[in-house]
């Protein structure tokens, strides 16, 4: 998006240095190879707050360049994007690889040149005339302007700490959590809507309420990877260990269940209790989990549900108690909370408070969205100031020239 902007602005000489083979890959497999490229979040305070990490310091970023102002570039650049019913955004062809014909595309035609097989292991001050770049797969080469956009490569790290900023140390974010629950794990594969997530760490509390999916380590879905999200920190330094309370009554609350409970020991009288699921919104399978988790036979009939057992369904199904033993597997992850600190950036330009003429955006800066498309447009976002903002410099130097 940086090289585009800066050369559509009129900058003659634009090189993108890729460290492997093939650019773009992270676009290629996200969102299981449709690529979510944005959200349906037209307001730029509101589209601030999915973000654990930089949500106050975007506003002003997302008040130039938002959701809005992405998909009118995708559409200004031939790719159409539409909205599924959760304001996720994909490409209207539903493959990811549409996304990056489009970016290629669009930067062929503004003139940017792509070298692949191309790491940059080194990057030299030269006061006023920019940057020396050396690295494996190039020769030494200069620059006016640079701009590292990595990604979460602990290369771009290193590179940034080498030239004066600070970098959070990053930790992993948006993943699913491992229970110790092997009756609600063996209903792997059930996905339930509106579950409440209850998080408690040390003094800290989060919460969130949405979509779950149950798989055989645990809980997955949007909304525990939101939770993940705005915990990552929190469960770093707990070693991914804690106790998390569930609501699975759907809004109902502890009141609405009881009744619930109570209206069908007098409605089904002769129906068991597996026969006859007092929930809609509970699939059979996890209703019968939960009576296994009461401790009652799923062949009582409602009549004969004892008041102890009607006691335990009510806290299971209100505030069950889960132990966490840690979170997906290494790599499942889909972004890291940490990289170089927002102070030194000035965000209306994406430029370098440490290092004049040298521009960060992308995972490599401490931001971080939950998931829903929020992370590829905080790298839109970024990317377009940081070309406008290079186009800039370089115009204005050649002008004076």
Known sequence: MAAITAAEQGVRQVLVLEGTPEPLQKVRISGGGRCNVTHACWDPRELATHYPRGSRPLRGPFSRFACGDAISWFDEHGLTLVEELDGRMFPQQNRSEAVIQCLQKAARAAGVQLRTKAMVQQVRVQSERGFVLEGRGLEPLNGRCLMLSTGGHPSGRKLAEALGHQVV??????????????????????????????????????????????????????????????????????????????DWSAGLGRQGVEQRLQQWR?????????????????????????????????????TDLPIKAERQLVELLCAQSLSIKGRGPFGEEFVTAGGVALGDINLATM???????????????????????????????????????????????????
Request: proline residues 5%; charged residues 20%.
């Open 169 to 246: 140390p990053p930790v992993p974010s948006l993943f699913s959590l491992t229970l110790q629950a092997p009756a609600l794990t063996a209903c792997s594969g059930i996905a339930i809507d509106d579950v409440g997530l209850d998080l408690k760490l040390g003094n800290a509390r989060f919460r969130q309420t949405g979509r779950v999916l149950i798989t055989h380590r645990g809980l997955s879905g949007p909304a525990t990877l939101r939770l993940s999200a705005f915990a990552a920190r929190a469960l770093h330094e707990s070693h991914y260990k804690g106790e998390l309370k569930v």
């Open 351 to 401: 430029e370098s408070r440490r290092c004049p003429g040298l521009y960060l955006a992308g995972e490599l800066l401490d931001v971080d969205g939950v998931t829903g498309g929020f992370n590829f447009q905080a790298c839109w976002s970024g990317g377009w100031l940081a070309g406008q903002a290079i186009a800039a410099v370089v115009n204005g130097s050649d002008q004076k020239r």
């Open 266 to 302: 007098q409605e089904q009288v002769r129906r068991t209790l597996s026969a006859a699921k007092p929930f809609e919104h509970l699939p059979r399978r996890l209703w019968q989990a939960f009576l296994t988790m009461a401790g009652v036979e799923a062949e009582r009939r409602w």
